[in-house]
Structures are given as structure tokens and as C-alpha cells.
């Protein structure tokens, strides 16, 4: 993962590689994620892809995830931590859901926050998104 500054919107992004042979990701699924906007949902910014690597550029969260926090703090989660991580995430998944899409790597490393405190499902990359039977 690394941390760079847009020089078109001149805010901080994360960018994050992968290798091809092991992470093959279809074209209508980079657009899809490109395309997505909602307010708990990590921005994919672009994706790069060339023959060996693919880079998702998304929105950086300053604060990292929610397992980040917990190592760091070394203490549990409160009960309205708790109640706003999920109320969160359960609404991001419901509108990936009438997209008729599933997000595969749901738990604490792929919930960020940023600098405002909002709660964010992200980490699509490493976890495609796949269209329901």
C-alpha cells in the first residue's frame, strides 16, 4: 500500500498493486467499481492495469481501518463504536446489494475511517465484487 498525492485533485490517495496472474479482475467490474458513490463506500478512484501489475487508486483514509485502530489503541471497541461500524457497513453492503453484487472480504482491515470519522467499506480490489446467479 502506498500513499501518494493526486496532482489533479491535490488530495492524499492510497494506491495499492497487485499482480495479474494471482488477482485477474473482468473490465465491466474495474468500470463498475470506478462508478460507484456512496457515502460509506471507499472512492475507487482509477485503475491502472498493465501485463503483470494492476493499481486501484482510491480516497485515502488518514485514520486507516478499524483493525489499525484496534492495534494501535490496544482496547476494544465500545458499544456506539461498535453500533457505527456496523450501522455503516450494513448500509454500504445493502446498496452493493441492489447492484446485484457481493463483497467477498467483509471484516476489520477493509473498514476504514478518515480524518472525519466516517466509516467506510473499502478494499474492493483484493476482493472483486462478483454478480449473483
Not at 8 to 21: E, G
Not at 26 to 38: A, F, G, N, V, Y
Not at 40 to 59: G, H, P, T
Request: hydrophobic share 40%.
Amino acid at each position: 500500500m502506498y500513499k501518494a498525492l493526486s496532482r489533479i485533485t491535490d488530495k492524499l490517495v492510497s494506491i495499492k498493486v497487485f499482480s495479474l496472474p494471482t488477482n485477474f479482475y473482468h473490465e465491466e467490474d474495474l468500470e463498475l467499481l470506478k462508478t460507484i458513490e456512496h457515502p460509506f463506500i471507499d472512492k475507487l478512484i482509477d485503475v491502472y492495469v498493465d501485463n503483470q501489475q494492476i493499481w486501484f487508486v482510491r480516497d485515502y483514509s488518514q485514520l486507516g481501518s478499524i483493525a489499525d485502530i484496534m492495534k494501535i489503541t490496544q482496547a476494544p471497541l465500545n458499544e456506539p463504536e461498535i453500533s457505527c461500524i456496523c450501522y455503516s457497513t450494513l448500509y454500504a453492503l445493502d446498496y452493493i446489494h441492489t447492484l446485484n453484487k457481493v463483497h467477498k472480504g467483509v471484516k476489520l482491515n477493509n473498514i476504514t475511517v478518515n480524518s472525519s470519522g466516517q466509516i467506510k467499506l473499502s478494499d474492493f480490489g483484493t476482493f472483486i465484487v462478483n454478480t449473483w446467479a
